[in-house]
C-alpha cells in the first residue's frame, strides 16, 4: 500500500510558479510511474505529467510543456511538478497519482492505482 501526500498548492498570480510535491510513504516508489492530474471545477480529470521513476523519463500534455517539469528526488521518495508562466486556466486541484506497473502507459489516469488527496492551485488573472 502507498500512501501518496500532495502539497505545495495555493494562490498565486499570472505569471508566477509554484512547486508541488508528492510524498509517498508506506513503500519507496520503486519502478512506479508517478503522475500528476488536475481537475478544474466542472471539467474531468486531465493528465498533465509523468515520470517512470527508474528511468527518469518524463511525460507532459502538450499545452504544459516547456512550462512544467516533472522530477523526483530518490532520498526523498519524493516528486515534483515545477509550474511556471502559471495561467488563470491553471487553476485546479492537482492531483499525484502512481501506478505500479513501470510498463503502463503514463496518460492513461484508469491505469494509476494510487491516488493523493489533492491540492488546490488558484491562479489569479
Known amino acids: 500500500q502507498v500512501h501518496l501526500v500532495e502539497s505545495g498548492g495555493g494562490l498565486v498570480q499570472a505569471g508566477g510558479s509554484l512547486r508541488l510535491s508528492c510524498a509517498a510513504s508506506g513503500r519507496t516508489f520503486g519502478s512506479y510511474v508517478v503522475g500528476w492530474f488536475r481537475q478544474a471545477p466542472g471539467k474531468e480529470r486531465k493528465f498533465v505529467a509523468a515520470?517512470?521513476?527508474?528511468?527518469?523519463?518524463?511525460y507532459y500534455a502538450d499545452s504544459m510543456k516547456g512550462r512544467f517539469t516533472i522530477s523526483r528526488d530518490n532520498a526523498k521518495n519524493t516528486v515534483y511538478l515545477q509550474m511556471n508562466s502559471l495561467k488563470p486556466e491553471d487553476t485546479a486541484s492537482y492531483y499525484c497519482?502512481?501506478?505500479?506497473?513501470?510498463?503502463?502507459?503514463?496518460?492513461?489516469?484508469?491505469?494509476?492505482?494510487?491516488w493523493g488527496q489533492g491540492t488546490q492551485v488558484t491562479v489569479s488573472s
Open positions: 497519482a502512481a501506478d505500479t506497473d513501470p510498463f503502463t502507459i503514463p496518460t492513461t489516469e484508469a491505469l494509476y492505482d494510487y
Open positions: 515520470i517512470r521513476w527508474g528511468s527518469g523519463s518524463t
